[in-house]
């Protein structure tokens, strides 16, 4: 979703911006500008499309001026246009913002500026940031309080970054429920949505709160409450392997993340004892744990369900995130949530999260990105360590959640002998990812397929939904995840001739039932793809799989299915990186 930068420092801020926002590409983006100072006046260039395109089409980078503001938008309010993307400006173009969020009171706000003279030449709800502060300043003659003033009436969630023409040195930013980072380096100083907007010009940073100001020049920063009291915040390094963000010799940033799950899987199961025997203990001591996420790691949640009640005999809820005040009445102060993301700052997570605080429920969370709001949020969090995931789709984080789960699920239940086979895991990838050329062609043969039918049982099912949600956001097609039982109540009459079905069927003791569903559906013209450590006819296609401990196939089966939506995309000349319509990090609700 939108992302955000600021840079205030002593060389040109175009080409640094705009590295900036192709660092933050993989958020998912529509247009993309900036606002740069040269010293008398602020110059905007924005258009629609791609970051390097509208670049090199508008000169960016030869833009003059040392500080300024840029954006990646990702349309919510008002269409894809060029008038839409921003930056945008106040009528006397003395203030210009760029802003990640959505002002929910934007209409009204808008109102009384256009009664009050103002005049809007974008539909979208940030530019009353801008009209709002230029009101402001024109009474108060002041930077902040201006800046002040325009949060105390927006309603919704900002974060927003700020220059005025009048002001050649400095940018503010400030925030309230949308991520904000200020990136301190030595003769520049960044403000941006995501640290890999400036990680490899600094590595020092500080996560802004919610309801921080900063005012940033290139040698200073100040950090201060809206009350204007001020801040004494202690910087921190990101000691993430947050530079790598390189495709390397891959052709797409999907493929080399999944290709790095032998490595990641092992990154995440190295944890820190006292912290996995703390989420241990609150779990084990909670007969009212709520699991919360959404998508790829709403699936991870669904196992975690599944594991904690067969292998560790206790009961817990997975809530969709954005279903969850459905359910906020449980929640007091016996209740657990378990929140899972990659992110840390999906909108609908952080939501319930503070929902369940506001109740005293406690807050456990699974996250990857360090220093986001979902990890400074809870009362403990658990690392992926699987590195940033630049693909829109979720991989090597969705095994890195399952490796956690399995973890802590074994300590839970006793079988801590297990966690040898679990780390053993990790050296089984080479084997599926050697299927990748087989996978390649399968897909190649279903290239004008428009639905498929993903089946398993038991944690083979939650698979399915996995691998249809991967394939429909990559290639663009129909697929649906099914209880493999389920078939008979209805989906059955979908299934025609030359149907591609794939069949998550390991050899547990779900095997032959899944088996005779599978026969049901080759009975009625289906073409079946079988996932499975045991062949067998019916199968019209097989993926043999290593034979593992039953509990352990999913974090394997994934890896095929995700080959599958790769290879969807490819054979269907989509680019897998930037599926349409899709964000990585999905920070409105
Ligand atoms: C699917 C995918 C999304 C995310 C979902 C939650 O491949 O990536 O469904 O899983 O948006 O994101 P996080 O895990 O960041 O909370």
């Known amino acids: 979703m939108c992302g955000i930068i600021g840079y205030a420092g002593s060389i040109r801020a175009a080409p640094i911006l705009t590295q900036g926002l192709t660092n933050m590409e993989y958020r998912g983006y529509d247009s993309a500008g900036v606002g740069i100072h040269d010293g008398r006046q602020i110059s905007i260039k924005k258009d629609t499309g791609k970051i390097d395109e509208i670049k090199e089409r508008l000169g960016i980078d030869s833009l003059n001026g040392n500080i300024g503001i840029a954006h990646t938008r990702w349309a919510t309010h008002g269409k894809v246009s060029q008038v839409n993307a921003h930056p945008h400006t106040s ?6 913002v760029v802003h990640n969020g959505i002002i929910d009171n934007y209409q009204k706000l808008r109102i009384n500026l256009e009664t009050a003279g103002h005049l809007f030449i974008s539909d979208t709800d940030s530019e009353v940031i801008a009209h709002l502060i230029e009101d402001n300043f024109k009474s108060s003659g002041d930077y902040r309080s201006s800046i002040i003033a325009a949060c105390e009436v927006l309603e919704g969630s900002f974060a927003f970054v700020v220059i005025f023409k009048d002001n050649a040195d400095t940018i503010f930013g400030v925030r309230k429920d949308a991520p904000l980072i200020l990136g301190i380096g030595k003769n520049e100083n960044f403000i941006a949505s995501d640290i890999l907007a400036f990680i490899k010009k600094t590595d020092e940073v500080i996560f802004l709160e919610n309801f921080e100001l900063v005012e940033v020049s290139k040698d200073s920063y100040q950090i201060m409450s809206l009350s204007g009291e001020q801040k004494i915040r202690e910087s921190v390094k990101v000691a993430w392997e947050a ?3 390189s495709r390397k010799d891959f052709s797409h940033f999907t493929l080399k993340e999944i290709h790095e799950q032998q490595n990641t899987i092992r990154q995440s199961l190295n944890q820190n004892t006292n912290i996995l025997n703390d989420f241990c203990d609150i779990l084990g001591n909670s007969n009212k744990i709520y699991i919360v996420a959404s998508g790829t790691s709403l699936h991870a949640g669904f196992i975690a369900k599944q594991l904690l009640a067969r292998v560790v005999k206790i ?18 102060s016996d209740s657990v949530i378990l929140a899972i993301s990659q992110s ?23 996250v990857n990105t360090p220093g986001s709001s979902l990890t400074r949020e809870s009362d403990q969090v658990l690392f992926l360590n699987c590195g ?4 829109v789709a979720a991989t090597k984080s969705f095994t890195s959640q399952l490796a956690i789960i399995y973890q802590l699920v074994l300590i839970l239940s006793g079988r801590t002998q297990d966690i040898a086979e679990l780390t053993n895991i990790s050296n089984l990838v080479p084997e599926l990812l050697s299927k990748e050329e087989e996978v390649s062609k399968i897909c190649d043969t279903f290239a004008s397929n428009t639905d498929f039918y993903f089946v398993g049982r038991g944690l083979n099912f939650t698979i399915a939904l996995e691998g249809a949600l991967k394939l429909k956001e990559l290639a663009y097609v129909h697929a649906e995840g099914l209880a493999a039982g ?5 989906t059955l009459a979908l299934i025609e001739e030359g149907t591609p079905v794939i069949v998550l069927n390991p050899d547990d003791e779900t095997y032959y039932e899944t088996l005779n569903n599978a ?3 080759k009975a009625r013209g289906a073409k079946i793809i079988g996932i499975s450590n045991k062949p067998n006819p019916i199968y019209d296609y097989h993926l043999q799989i290593p034979t593992v401990d039953r509990i352990f196939y999913p974090i394997l089966e994934v890896i095929i299915l995700q080959f599958l939506a790769y290879y969807g995309a490819i054979s269907r000349h989509h680019n897998p990186d930037y599926p349409r319509n899709l964000a990585k990090s999905v920070t409105v609700k």
Do not use: N
């Not at 009528?91 to 210009?96: G, I, R, Y």
């Not at 389920?486 to 209805?490: I, R, S, Y």
């Open 344 to 366: 840390g700052e999906t909108a609908d997570v952080l939501d319930a999260i503070r929902t369940a605080k506001g109740r005293r429920g406690k807050i456990i969370s699974i």
């Open 91 to 96: 009528c006397e173009s003395k203030v210009t």
């Open 388 to 391: 940033p995931e630049i693909g």
């Open 519 to 521: 026969s049901e559906m």
């Open 486 to 490: 389920e078939l008979k109540h209805g």
């Open 243 to 245: 530079s790598d963000i």
């Open 315 to 332: 009961p817990s809820e997975v809530v969709i995130a954005s279903e969850f005040i459905s359910y906020a009445d449980l929640i007091d």
